[in-house]
């Protein structure tokens, strides 16, 4: 039996906002394993932990660069919220971007070694950003970044620096605007139903199962009818089918006017849309959270040890 630190169960509530009592119940039967110990609570507390699994905690800044049809979406990251606001380390982002998107590095390894000078810094952007970094005093990295010139339009929509889409498409470029609007607020993760990843399918349907066997087991323990199978094998479907309409981009109601889908939408505008990118700062990365109280009170203590 894997041991259950109170780190662990720190990590699990900051993701899920389950109770911490929960936490430890989901990691103890789930052995340590954190993913799936988020699933168990996603079947006993429903939609709440997954919409909290959501949230993003590592900072940074999402850039885009559009020239015609050729662009670039990228993420760069640093340690605090408070470098996302320094004129030097957006410079260094916008530059990267448009870097990107004229000259195609294959990996970010490539990207720094391209030719970029900037506050004194140079003659490449990784020299820029070593240099930005003892200026500053703080970390910072490019992560990941796409780079599009398939031969479609491009339309980019920035909300604040934290979240940024490319919609690359073909017709009437306010429709297109609309749609990276609507992809950065409603956060699909395919266009179409049948373009969902297979993994995130079985992994809902788990899910889905999970619930129905609560369920099975609280009629049971109150006296009450059980489901026969084949209905709670429609149940298990269903609420599959009604996820792949939740995460797929055209199935989804158009967020300016939720009485049409976004694939009614464009079709009324003439407008195709091939693809979308989506980057949310620090989306995957698990941020440090530091205990202040047990930090003030370790100094606290080691003040009155050398008193």
């Known amino acids: ?28 039967e789930a052995e340590g394993n954190l993913e799936k110990a988020e699933e168990l609570l996603r079947v006993k507390l429903g939609n709440k932990a997954g919409k909290a699994a959501a949230r993003i905690t590592a900072e940074g800044v999402v850039a885009a660069s559009i020239d015609g049809t050729t662009g670039a979406l990228l993420e760069v990251n640093c340690e605090t919220d408070f470098v996302t606001k320094n004129d030097s380390f957006i410079a260094l982002a916008n530059a990267a971007a448009a870097l990107i998107a004229k000259h195609n590095p294959a990996d970010v390894a490539a990207l720094g070694a391209l030719p ?19 200026k500053i005093g703080e970390n910072m990295s490019f992560r990941r970044f796409k780079r599009f010139a398939g031969g479609n339009k491009l339309a980019a929509y920035l909300h604040g620096t934290r979240i940024g889409v490319v919609v690359e498409f073909e017709g009437d470029e306010v429709a297109a605007k609309d749609v990276a609007m609507h992809v950065a607020a409603m956060k699909p993760v395919a266009l179409t139903s049948a373009d969902v990843p297979a993994d995130l399918i079985e992994k809902e349907r788990a899910v889905a199962a999970g619930k129905a066997e609560e369920d099975r087991k609280a009629a049971e323990a109150a006296g009450k009818p059980v489901q026969p199978a084949d209905i709670v094998a429609k149940r298990i479907e269903g609420g599959v089918q009604k996820f792949l309409k939740e995460v797929s981009l055209f199935n989804q109601p158009f967020v300016k006017n939720d009485k049409q889908t976004v694939e009614q939408m464009l079709k009324a505008a003439n407008t195709r849309v091939a693809g979308f990118t989506l980057y949310v700062v620090g989306e995957g990365i698990e941020k440090k959270v530091d205990d202040f109280a047990a930090e003030v009170a370790a100094q606290v203590a080691a003040a009155k040890g050398a008193a």
Do not use: H, N, W
């Open 116 to 134: 970029y000078t900037q506050d004194s810094f140079g003659p490449t952007l990784e020299d820029v950003r070593k240099g930005l970094i003892g």
């Open 1 to 28: 039996m894997a041991a259950i630190t109170a780190s662990m169960v720190a990590e699990l509530r900051a993701k899920t906002d389950a109770p911490m009592m929960e936490c430890k119940k989901a990691l103890t």
